[in-house]
């Protein structure tokens, strides 16, 4: 039975994979074609024809999506907002590719569980908590991109504001950034800069940003330098002003880390207590977890406390996490 599980599960994983990598390599194509094609009509119109036109070129989202990924958009409104964390995360996933991989992994676990026990109550919480695997792993992947920006952003900054003295305009330092920073940042920057040699506004470009990485000293640095280029002012103070407060900012963040260290301990050591002592009892008498496990009031009584122990984590850790 449990060969029988396994073979499904790795049948099950293996197409989902292929899947996914199809679907990225015909979005791709398309991307290639739709920006051969720009490239083409700029030659013969002309640069000056249309700017918005090519200022399109350095934005992404603008490939055309199947059929049935707007059908199920249009039916779960909320895969739009899993859209902006994927770009947010610098993933380069499209709608097609997460969908299949919730799907895929759902189906796999779902199909461990129900092989061997062939109840479907009690492979339901197994299928539900893959499925939310690609969007943890998403989540995570921007949190940890996010706190990459931050920790840099004030070196960046700096960087910006010794640039601007030497060269004057913005533009310029932008650059400078780009070609000088680390990533995050310089990634991001460059792509200010190429959309700004494009055409796009600088507020624009700024607001754009904002998109992508938000993060309130990200939406203070645009603020300040927007309101500069609107009154006037020494860019290059502001800037280091601004570079000051954000390192006192998150200074405080990381004394607030190291207070609540001890609930998210607390946290992770109640959430696997439980699996280590089912671990214990099953080592110390088989027999009992066997028969538990077999009957349909045991079946019951682990889908319970499987979700009530995902409950408890999850409400653990939005305790201690404080939001500045």
């Known amino acids: 039975t449990w060969g029988a599980a396994g073979i499904a599960f790795f049948a099950v994983a293996l197409g989902t994979i292929s899947l996914s990598l199809l679907f990225e390599w015909m979005r791709e194509t398309r991307q290639r074609r739709q920006v ?13 024809g249309d700017v918005a036109d090519s200022a399109t070129l350095y934005r992404r989202g603008n490939t055309r999506e199947p059929a049935w990924v707007r059908a199920i958009k249009d039916r779960a409104p909320r895969l739009r907002d899993v859209d902006i ?106 792509r200010v800069f190429e959309e700004q040699r494009f055409g796009m506004p600088v507020e624009e470009s700024l607001y754009a940003l904002a998109d992508r990485i938000p993060l309130v000293d990200v939406r203070i640095f645009i603020s300040a330098v927007l309101i500069q280029r609107e009154v006037g002012g020494n860019l290059a103070e502001i800037l280091d002003k601004l570079a000051a407060i954000i390192r006192a900012r998150f200074t405080l963040q990381r004394q607030l880390r190291v207070i609540t260290a001890q609930g998210r301990m607390s946290g992770y050591i109640l959430g696997a207590l439980p699996i280590a002592l089912g671990f214990m009892v099953f080592a110390l008498n088989p027999e009992m977890m066997i028969r538990f496990v077999t009957a349909d009031v045991g079946r019951y009584l682990m889908l319970f406390a499987g979700i009530m122990q995902i409950l408890g984590f999850l409400w653990i850790r939005k305790i201690v996490d404080i939001k500045m």
């Open 36 to 48: 051969k094609e720009q490239l083409q009509r700029l030659t013969v119109e002309g640069l000056g």
């Open 85 to 190: 964390l994927i770009e947010q995360a610098d993933l380069r996933w499209s709608s097609s590719t997460y969908i299949t991989l919730t799907v895929g992994f759902a189906l796999a676990f779902g199909l461990v569980a129900l092989i061997p026990s062939r109840s479907i109550l009690l492979a339901l919480l197994p299928a539900a908590v893959a499925a939310f695997l690609p969007y943890l792993y998403v989540r995570r992947k921007r949190a940890k991109r996010l706190r990459a920006f931050e920790e840099h952003l004030p070196q960046a900054i700096d960087l910006l504001g010794r640039a601007l003295p030497a060269r004057p305009p913005f533009t310029s330092g932008l650059r400078m950034v780009a070609e000088e920073a680390s990533e995050p940042e310089a990634g991001e920057f460059r």
